[in-house]
């Protein structure tokens, strides 16, 4: 059947239209779940992510027989998501000391954080050093200086240093960060001597290179040009190939299989190093994109031109569209199907406030609960008050039963502060 087709490639695993014609998502009738936690909120199945968690650690134990894999929190940084992460045998990237006390609070140990960040700030580096982070990233030429004078001998701390691979795959430009001119990392010019210079370091173990060529990749071949490119630079015992694994956002997107993704980076590993390296792989996205929806409210319907379907949430749970032109599908929770061309847009003071440019939803009226489906990397991460809005909560879901791992935002919250 079309629809359960539909369900299984960018909902949650496990999602369903129940008798009532209403989504089920972790077993949970979206339709109570709104009336419970109010809307717009994050409905996330906890079984989704373990399986893809499970699904992942297996394809690179099937491709590599030295593996290590770090969830990139910043995708969806919230304590519960990084607590099941790491119960799944993940390690956890952070990309501040913000960040890092989120990964800590969700229970994750020091040893298994890897500190990134192209602007670490002196507190980011020194509580970093401190914990005893299992690695830092080096960026740039400051980290280095300041790694000198934080670590102090005889600890060795391990650091990988980040390298632009001057790789451009084929993603939005916004969300591309290996190539030849970007803020990330050393470029090919630069990264020699960065890298002498870290091994001069006698309190640094400079344990490999990093790269992170970008985002919501569907072709994997640029990972072995990327590879290739680092081969100049020696050989070092680890490489860390960064994420990068697309999603499927809408019900045309075929991202690769996990399979396939860990086949493809381990193989090019092999084939410009050869066998015995150790790879690390930081996927974000892949892990967690699916595995949520958003629930809104349907505050007006209006037709002018063209017809507005407008929500109570829009660029502050959701910035991706408006930064750029993410591509979501939307469905009303309890009547799936087409028949009425819209725009779904926010609520927010900006023509912008666009979620899905070119919606088909049925028959929308105020009063209707939509579902936005694959908004579990980069929403709840980007989320802002913007207009006032209270952020929304995220609910995990499991087997039927909810529970709330991260509060509504109050008016309280809001003027927190203010001094
Ligand atoms: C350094 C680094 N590693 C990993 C990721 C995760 O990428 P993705 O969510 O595409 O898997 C990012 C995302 O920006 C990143 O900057």
Redesign the pocket.
Known sequence: MAETELLENVYPIGSRLNELGRLEVGGCDVVELAAEFGTPAYIVAEDDLRARARGLQSAFGAASDDFELIF?S??FPCAAICALFAEEGFGC?V?SAGEMAIALSGGVPAAKIQM?GNAKSELDLQRAVELGVGAI?VDNLRDLDRLERLVESPAKQRVYL?VAPGINPDTHPA?S?GGPNTK?GFDLEHAPAAIARAQQIGSLNLAGL?F?I????FDLSPFEGALQSLASLGDFKAYNL????AAAYTAQDQPPSYAEYAAVKAGALESVFGPGHRLLD?????LVANGCVTLYSVESVKRNVDTYVAVDGGMSDNLRPMLYGARYEAEIADRFGGGTACHLVGKHCESGDILIRGADLNQPAAGDLVVVPATG?YGHAMANNYNGALRPPVIFASNGDARVVVRRESDDDLLVRDV
């Open positions: 990139a910043k995708a990237d990309a990134h990233v980040r969300i960060t990330f990093h992170h970008g985002s919501q990749i960064g994420g990068g694994l930081e996927p974000g996205r892949a990397a």
